[in-house]
């Protein structure tokens, strides 16, 4: 979540906006359409198999393409992979990551600290 919430917040969006949107982004200000998205990705990411077909006529009304379901569900899967085997690992992010601003890093992974 750090690499991507770091590109999200040089691009994109403040610090206090991301830090929303990690705490509970129904009530971020995001779009209906990434609302959805982010709860897809969010039933992948821990409960795969619950996933429905109600889930993917959902995401197709908010105007996602069976293509876009395919890479929200591969992104979601595959962030969700690595981010267990760092954990599993105890791996710290790249020293890159620590020079983002205190707000950003607690927002993306909480106060855990930095070993570099």
Do not use: C
Not at 77 to 101: I, M, Q, T, W
């Amino acid at each position: 979540m750090l690499a991507h919430g770091a590109v999200l917040r040089k691009n994109f969006f403040a610090a206090e906006q991301l830090e929303a949107i990690a705490k509970d982004f129904r009530h971020a200000g995001l779009a209906e359409k990434e609302v959805v998205m982010m709860e897809y990705a969010q039933k992948v990411v821990r409960d795969a198999p619950s996933t429905t077909q109600d889930d993917f006529d959902k995401l197709r009304k908010a105007g996602w393409t069976d293509q876009d379901i395919l890479s929200i569900t591969l992104a979601a899967a595959a962030r969700s992979f690595v981010s267990k085997v760092f954990d599993a690992l105890g791996a710290d992010p790249d020293a890159f990551y620590k020079e983002l601003d205190e707000e950003t890093h607690h927002a993306l992974i909480g106060k855990r600290p930095f070993i570099v």
